[in-house]
């Protein structure tokens, strides 16, 4: 059940004939049909296939590599390890958000001298079959020494706790630390004066927050392919979520130009993040280019769960004072995550979104990045913002309550609007956070009383800033008055449609009238990471300024036509006109050919962004006493989304990122033994949610134009992930009486603080 | 052996210091290896392998086809006859050369009601492998009523021969005939006073010519998969030399918007103007439609001489009048050129070619295209203007030889130059054959003196026009300062990396840091056939197109670094400037990420052509009296290129040319029996020249700029095939006293000939 709320200022927003309906989406035939070719369907002409050979130790010295037992094996064509990998000491490149380590970067796709976590991938062989390849695999003999292992973030702190790099340095305030450390970064922001804010506050309340890896869970483990030609030139079939930033990669770490690598990015069954990195591809070039042939490599589930990145285990304290009236007048955050076996986690934007949804006049962030035996974490659909928000939210519902205040009314006194600055330095523009809460509080759901014992109802907003970032594209013109459109961002999310949109609504013909591709990094402009909610804002951006270059040209054809001075050409509604005389796109789409040949449109953009997506959900729970589970009743999904450009794929991306959410919050975890040793690996053991688990999520769509883009467009995709973990913790309280604070609130959690509060049965 | 001659005005010519050298092609290591992937390497999943089932008739009613049998064997998926066709009486189409008959397209593609030629295509089955597909071709049961059959195009011509269509009328001046004929067209060109001009002459030749028909022979017999997808979307891989014109014809075909369509054009092992017309590809459409699986069809060395376009066999009268001052005074040509089964064959560029090399000021032109029993003639390098220079080269050269002036001599005292008025209207521009002449009298060869008896020297001229039409590219800047390129152009001759030239020439980098690509028809702008030796001169000006806009671009970025005004940046050797400033571009493209973002340049061009190619020939020859065998000496090709941007491709194309016009000259013919059927329709009996048969062709490339276009360039393909069946016959003549006006000039022919003359031994 999908419900719309009226746009904030609906009587002056602009009437669209294309954004705000629901075609079809381009792709979905070859999808349904299995037409579609993802990296692990990919065939060619005399391929070999890889095995990757993954850590037993989750942290041990490598002592030796021996391939020749492997070697014997009939059938093997190439065997690689760190040792043929280029010396990356002390390298760093700029892979589009800030400088990255290359020696690490390499280490995490082959082991340098140490292996780091379990499922650390060491060395790898390509055989004629996958089945050699995994014979192969078994008769590499390395030998290991190993090592403590440390898992847990407050534990890899400590100054006795095993360390993993002896090159990496605690940088604060400019500062590095003398001796290596575990903790590779001290972030820290401060607004206002903290001290004299909490001495204001009447009531303040400080508390702490535990949460586990989970993993994003994408149904396509990574796969690949790669070529390295007989003239050096590379190419690389893959599942990625951006082409640039994996040629770029691949090119940094192999010391290539980044002209001699080629990036198709095949279809891609998900990625929340987890296919920004690149794991198997330089594995697969460096096979390649010993066996002369194309080499494919491709991952178990368990391969996923122990080689590849999952979103950071947390620690979170934070403090909160508020005046007897409700305004919040102090914050102060204490954020500890991992970053798995490398540094460069996700505490930059845990720091950034912790206080992102109020208005604190004092406030102060610290934050942490810890290395630990763990496999180096990646973004996971707005990184870093649900261990902040699961904190940060769990405070304000306490405050709320402790005041007397109805949460929603509560939010709204302290609500993040036009003018308020956040802790980390920026000022909002026009923002959507006053009018969602007010959409929450106004809904069907929020009105209808829940009665019942050991039922309860949770609220929480959450916020992410989105992306901006580059993004080109081309389009041509169809004789028939239809328009191929070629960009770069790859379809995770339905953007075929959603960027085609636009194109298709600033010419003025029908989203089916444009038919887009996404093309390889040889084929379009550079275009960043489909991440960061960016691809519909920026890429449609692009679709934009591509309809703006096409609609010129076109008018100058329509003023050859007419004998008229083309700035006399107007464009409205799908119609070229000039005093007495128009012609519709299609017409004139026909007549191209007799005006001086083909139109070609073509735009590049680097937009500013954030476009911050702010959100806010209701659940009613029912906790089960005697096991502690804790079912679903009723959730609902609120969000701004700027301009709802495919009002579907909106309330796809707000339940697909809730039922992640959901599955964070009660269910997902690495389960590591004492040994460092994930037990759970497998998605029979990773308990993620499915259909059975919740009920539909039901959506409000709330529309405030972001005024950085010529829809009105804000990213939709990661916000919606942000608030289920403190909706849920908030609800399970109405329900139980009993505040859980640490992830997942698993049936054993729950039945535990149940019991230890006496209030199981 | 390669020359190169002076530029007419060397002194004034640009300084390039990419166009004009001899880079190694971008595609070269795929083509080498057997990486490139061509239309019949290509394997899709679930793929289905059709067989076109051809006529054993040259004419022939089809009474019945009965499928039943084929349908009932294990593994047939589905059959097809022109039955599954739409209805396209009286439909016409232009696709982009003039109204096409869309009815007589498709009944070319499958035989509506009757026959019109052995190995015309009747049906076709699908089926799960090859093998059952030719078993079930088989099992097809076809009844014919045989008819009587015309392959000669004087035969055509008479009053009682078989008529192929009774749709078909002849036009002349604009008048339809009133019943059915063979002849669809007559054609009339004239100038001047014809009666008065052989009035003032002091010499008239008249004579008459032959030709057999000859085919293109291509490596690569035709091939393509198409796929009827689930959602109505029709993708082609197929080997075409233009992926638009290809989209369209299926399009029109069958009925289809040119969006729903994709044409992916694999690799080309060579068209020559043969892989312009669509053969295969509605049939394989049609398969799939019913089957929904991609259906691939192949065609066999014998499908593509039975049921593809060979080039017009002809018959030319040309009578040519001149001064004994030796000017030429009065024309008249009378050609007819068999169009093959349907109309619409070569006659018109024969007519404009036939007189294109002189001024005459007083001429006339008469020309017919004629039906009959033999494929659907299709172009064939400068198509139809070999025939007509074999005519009027032949008569030029006994005009000469009567005035007792030397062949050149007498040709450069004709020549056509700018302001020049060719019989069927144009005036030219600037041109180079006073140039290639004097540039042939200056040759090496031409001044060493050939000795011997039954040896001989002959020269001939020869002209195309040449074409421009449209196209389109765009590029994008990587960051290490290579460009990648898009165009739609597909690769048969090196054009990849001569229209990269351009690029890497307009932007001051080198060739092989531009990486171009042929792109799908979704993913480049419209972009007419890879014919009439347009790619290099018009795709080549859309990149050049694309260089600029990608530089105006640039020196914006490079404004914003220096904050100076854009107007002042200037790009002068690869360098933007201003005052006390420089930047490199290939630095500047590392600064563009900081700069706003990705730079994508765009172009679409229709320029006007013709770009004017003339050429001229020496062969020396030994003619073998006991034979008739002639053995070619030597042979130097002098060839104006306007600009050679790749003088090896220049070069290949001139000995390419030449030897399949040495080909057609002294070998090649579809030989016919009395009931129409061609009894020579493979590679051991069809004897083409290899290269065992000639020494290697000497290069005389000449460089009279193009004035429409920037670099000069002109078409350089199809030129070299038009002389070499006159020079062939002058040294032929020379070397024997005898002339033959008949093509091929074939050891039994020469030898009848020398046994006529009383001279053979």
Same mark, same amino acid.
């Given at each position: 059940?999908?419900?719309? &709320?009226?746009?904030?200022?609906?009587?002056?927003?602009?009437?669209?004939?294309?954004?705000?309906?629901?075609?079809?989406?381009?792709?979905?035939?070859?999808?349904?049909?299995?037409?579609?070719?993802?990296?692990?369907?990919?065939?060619l002409?005399?391929?070999?296939?890889?095995?990757?050979?993954?850590?037993?130790?989750?942290?041990?010295r490598?002592?030796?590599?021996?391939f020749?037992?492997?070697?014997?094996?009939?059938?093997?064509?190439? =065997?690689?390890?760190?040792? #043929?990998?280029?010396?990356l %000491?002390?390298k760093?490149?700029?892979?589009?958000?800030?400088?990255?380590?290359?020696?690490?970067?390499?280490?995490?796709?082959?082991?340098?001298?140490?292996?780091?976590?379990?499922?650390? &991938?060491?060395?790898?062989?390509?055989?004629?079959?996958?089945?050699?390849?995994?014979?192969?695999?078994?008769?590499?003999?390395?030998?290991?020494?190993?090592?403590?292992?440390?898992?847990?973030?407050? #534990?890899?702190?400590? $100054?006795?706790?095993?360390?993993?790099?002896?090159?990496?340095?605690?940088?604060?305030?400019?500062q590095?630390?003398?001796?290596?450390?575990?903790? +590779?970064?001290?972030?820290?922001?401060?607004?206002?004066?903290?001290?004299?804010?909490?001495?204001?506050?009447?009531?303040?309340?400080?508390?702490?927050?535990?949460?586990?890896?989970?993993?994003?869970?994408?149904?396509?483990?990574?796969?690949?392919t790669?070529?390295?030609?007989q003239?050096?030139h590379?190419?690389?079939?893959?599942?990625?979520?951006?082409?640039?930033?994996?040629?770029?990669?691949?090119?940094?770490?192999?010391?290539?130009?980044?002209?001699?690598?080629? =990036?198709? $990015?095949?279809?891609?069954?998900?990625?929340?993040?987890?296919?920004? $990195?690149?794991?198997?591809e330089?594995?697969?070039?460096?096979?390649? /280019?010993?066996?002369?042939?194309?080499? %494919?490599?491709?991952?178990?589930?368990?391969?996923v769960?122990?080689?590849?990145?999952?979103?950071?285990g947390?620690?979170?304290?934070?403090?909160?004072?508020?005046?007897?009236?409700?305004?919040?007048v102090?914050?102060?955050?204490?954020?500890?995550?991992?970053?798995?076996?490398?540094?460069g986690?996700?505490?930059?934007?845990?720091?950034?979104?912790?206080?992102?949804?109020?208005?604190?006049?004092? &406030?102060?962030?610290?934050?942490y990045?810890?290395?630990?035996?763990?496999?180096?974490?990646a973004?996971?659909?707005?990184?870093?913002?649900?261990?902040?928000?699961?904190?940060?939210?769990s405070?304000?519902?306490?405050?709320?309550?402790?005041?007397?205040?109805?949460?929603?009314e509560?939010?709204?006194?302290?609500?993040?609007k036009?003018?308020?600055?956040?802790? #980390?330095?920026?000022?909002?523009?026009?923002?959507?956070?006053?009018?969602?809460?007010?959409?929450?509080r106004?809904?069907?759901?929020?009105?209808?009383?829940?009665?019942?014992?050991?039922?309860?109802?949770? =609220? &929480?907003?959450?916020?992410?800033?989105?992306?901006?970032l580059?993004s080109?594209?081309?389009?041509?013109?169809?004789?028939?008055?239809?328009?191929?459109?070629?960009?770069?961002?790859? #379809?995770?999310?339905?953007?075929?449609? +959603?960027?085609?949109?636009?194109?298709?609504?600033?010419?003025?013909?029908?989203?089916?009238?444009?038919?887009p591709?996404?093309?390889?990094?040889?084929?379009?402009?550079?275009?960043?990471?489909?991440?960061?909610?960016?691809?519909?804002?920026a890429?449609?951006?692009?679709?934009?300024?591509? @309809?703006?270059?096409?609609?010129?040209?076109?008018?100058?054809?329509?003023?050859?036509?007419w004998?008229?001075?083309?700035?006399?050409?107007?464009?409205?509604? @799908?119609?070229f006109?000039?005093?007495?005389?128009?012609?519709?796109?299609?017409?004139?789409?026909?007549?191209?050919?007799?005006?001086g040949?083909?139109?070609?449109?073509?735009?590049?953009?680097?937009?500013?962004?954030?476009?911050?997506?702010?959100?806010?959900?209701?659940?009613?729970?029912?906790?089960?006493?005697?096991?502690?589970?804790?079912?679903?009743?009723?959730?609902?999904?609120?969000?701004?989304?700027?301009?709802?450009?495919?009002?579907?794929?909106?309330?796809?991306?707000m339940?697909?990122?809730?039922?992640q959410?959901?599955?964070?919050?009660?269910?997902?975890?690495?389960?590591?033994?004492?040994?460092?040793?994930?037990?759970?690996? +497998?998605?029979?053991?990773?308990?993620?949610?499915?259909?059975?688990?919740?009920?539909?999520?039901?959506?409000?769509? =709330?529309?405030?134009?972001?005024?950085d883009?010529?829809?009105?467009? /804000?990213?939709?995709?990661?916000?919606?992930?942000?608030?289920p973990?403190a909706?849920?913790a908030?609800?399970i309280?109405?329900?139980?009486?009993?505040r859980?604070?640490?992830?997942?609130?698993?049936?054993?959690?729950?039945?535990?603080?149940?019991?230890?509060?006496?209030k199981?049965?």
């Amino acid at each position: 059940m999908t419900a719309s &709320a009226k746009p904030a200022a609906s009587s002056s927003a602009p009437q669209y004939k294309v954004l705000g309906t629901r075609p079809i989406r381009h792709d979905g035939t070859d999808k349904v049909t299995g037409r579609a070719i993802y990296a692990a369907d990919l065939h060619l002409p005399g391929m070999a296939y890889g095995r990757v050979i993954r850590s037993p130790h989750a942290h041990a010295r490598i002592r030796s590599i021996d391939f020749s037992a492997a070697l014997a094996l009939p059938g093997v064509l190439a =065997v690689t390890s760190a040792a #043929d990998m280029p010396d990356l %000491k002390n390298k760093f490149a700029d892979l589009g958000e800030g400088r990255v380590n290359l020696a690490h970067l390499g280490a995490n796709c082959l082991a340098q001298g140490k292996v780091l976590y379990r499922g650390h &991938a060491v060395a790898a062989v390509a055989a004629v079959s996958p089945h050699v390849a995994e014979e192969a695999a078994k008769l590499v003999r390395i030998e290991y020494e190993p090592l403590p292992a440390v898992t847990w973030v407050l #534990d890899a702190m400590k $100054p006795n706790a095993p360390l993993l790099h002896d090159d990496v340095f605690t940088e604060s305030m400019g500062q590095l630390s003398d001796k290596p450390s575990n903790v +590779s970064r001290h972030i820290h922001f401060e607004q206002g004066d903290v001290q004299r804010g909490f001495a204001q506050a009447d009531v303040v309340i400080e508390r702490e927050y535990r949460t586990a890896s989970v993993h994003q869970g994408y149904i396509e483990p990574h796969a690949c392919t790669a070529l390295w030609n007989q003239d050096g030139h590379v190419t690389i079939w893959t599942a990625t979520q951006g082409s640039f930033s994996c040629r770029q990669q691949v090119a940094e770490l192999l010391e290539l130009p980044v002209s001699r690598v080629t =990036v198709v $990015p095949c279809e891609i069954g998900g990625g929340f993040g987890g296919k920004i $990195p690149i794991y198997l591809e330089p594995v697969a070039v460096l096979l390649s /280019r010993k066996c002369g042939r194309p080499v %494919k490599l491709t991952m178990t589930r368990s391969d996923v769960f122990e080689g590849t990145g999952p979103t950071p285990g947390s620690f979170v304290r934070v403090k909160l004072g508020a005046t007897r009236d409700g305004k919040l007048v102090a914050g102060e955050a204490w954020l500890a995550y991992d970053a798995g076996a490398f540094p460069g986690g996700m505490i930059g934007p845990g720091c950034m979104c912790v206080f992102s949804c109020y208005e604190i006049p004092h &406030a102060r962030v610290d934050g942490y990045d810890v290395c630990l035996n763990k496999p180096k974490t990646a973004a996971y659909r707005a990184p870093g913002a649900t261990q902040a928000a699961f904190a940060c939210e769990s405070v304000i519902d306490e405050l709320a309550e402790r005041l007397n205040i109805d949460p929603i009314e509560f939010r709204l006194k302290n609500a993040a609007k036009e003018g308020t600055r956040r802790v #980390d330095g920026p000022v909002y523009p026009r923002i959507g956070l006053v009018e969602v809460l007010e959409a929450a509080r106004a809904s069907e759901h929020w009105n209808t009383p829940l009665a019942g014992p050991w039922r309860g109802r949770g =609220v &929480a907003a959450g916020y992410w800033f989105n992306i901006g970032l580059k993004s080109s594209a081309s389009a041509s013109v169809n004789a028939d008055g239809t328009v191929t459109l070629v960009e770069g961002s790859t #379809d995770i999310g339905g953007t075929r449609t +959603s960027v085609a949109m636009q194109l298709a609504e600033t010419l003025g013909i029908a989203a089916e009238d444009v038919r887009p591709q996404v093309a390889d990094t040889d084929s379009v402009g550079y275009t960043d990471v489909t991440g960061g909610s960016r691809v519909t804002f920026a890429t449609g951006l692009a679709a934009y300024q591509v @309809g703006l270059d096409i609609r010129r040209q076109m008018a100058e054809r329509a003023a050859l036509l007419w004998e008229c001075d083309p700035a006399l050409v107007r464009f409205e509604d @799908g119609v070229f006109r000039t005093d007495g005389r128009s012609i519709t796109f299609k017409e004139l789409a026909a007549k191209l050919h007799a005006t001086g040949g083909p139109v070609v449109g073509r735009a590049a953009v680097d937009p500013e962004g954030p476009t911050h997506g702010f959100g806010a959900h209701i659940v009613d729970v029912e906790v089960d006493p005697d096991t502690g589970k804790v079912t679903i009743l009723r959730y609902t999904a609120v969000q701004d989304a700027g301009k709802a450009v495919h009002p579907s794929y909106v309330e796809g991306q707000m339940q697909g990122g809730t039922v992640q959410g959901i599955g964070w919050a009660l269910n997902e975890e690495y389960w590591f033994d004492d040994r460092g040793q994930m037990r759970n690996a +497998s998605f029979l053991d990773y308990r993620m949610p499915t259909a059975l688990d919740v009920p539909m999520i039901e959506t409000i769509i =709330v529309e405030v134009p972001n005024p950085d883009h010529p829809y009105g467009v /804000r990213g939709v995709g990661e916000t919606p992930i942000v608030p289920p973990p403190a909706a849920l913790a908030n609800a399970i309280y109405r329900a139980t009486g009993v505040r859980l604070r640490e992830l997942p609130m698993s049936p054993p959690r729950v039945w535990a603080a149940l019991a230890a509060a006496g209030k199981s049965s």
